[in-house]
């Protein structure tokens, strides 16, 4: 499963793509858990990464879509952020503190994009 947002950013060659959801992000277990933790920066989506993610969610607009979507994105050298929408500062100048990041390149690449988004003029 792949969202439609994640094949848009792929074709119209973004460096970027933030995915806003109703959690912080992606957690080692199920969020509502005490011993779960959220994790800030997935460098690789292996099979650990998605076993974090529960058996029910693997439908539609789940986090284990979102994170399938950060695995193909990341292949293609594009930087997936997982934000909450709920949060009051959700925009690019406060990604830097958004939990949740995708990317193969790994930290400096990260934090260019992000300044890249923290700084760009919205299209309206």
Known sequence: MITLAAFVA???G??????????D????????????????????VTTE???WV???????????????????LSEEGITTVIANARRRK???KSL??????????GEAHMAEVLQKARTAKPPL
Do not use: H, W
């Not at 973004?14 to 959690?23: M, S």
């Not at 529960?54 to 193909?72: C, E, H, P, V």
């Open 49 to 51: 990464v998605e076993n």
């Open 10 to 12: 792929e074709g119209a």
């Open 96 to 105: 830097r503190d958004q939990p949740e990041l995708f990317s193969s390149q």
């Open 14 to 23: 973004a460096k970027l793509l933030v995915i806003l959801t109703d959690v």
């Open 54 to 72: 529960s058996r029910d969610s693997k439908g539609f607009g789940g986090m284990y879509t979102k994170i399938q979507a950060a695995k193909k």
């Open 25 to 44: 992000g992606l957690y080692t277990g199920p969020p509502k858990k005490r011993d779960s933790k959220l994790v800030r920066t997935v460098e690789e």
């Open 90 to 92: 959700c925009s690019g």
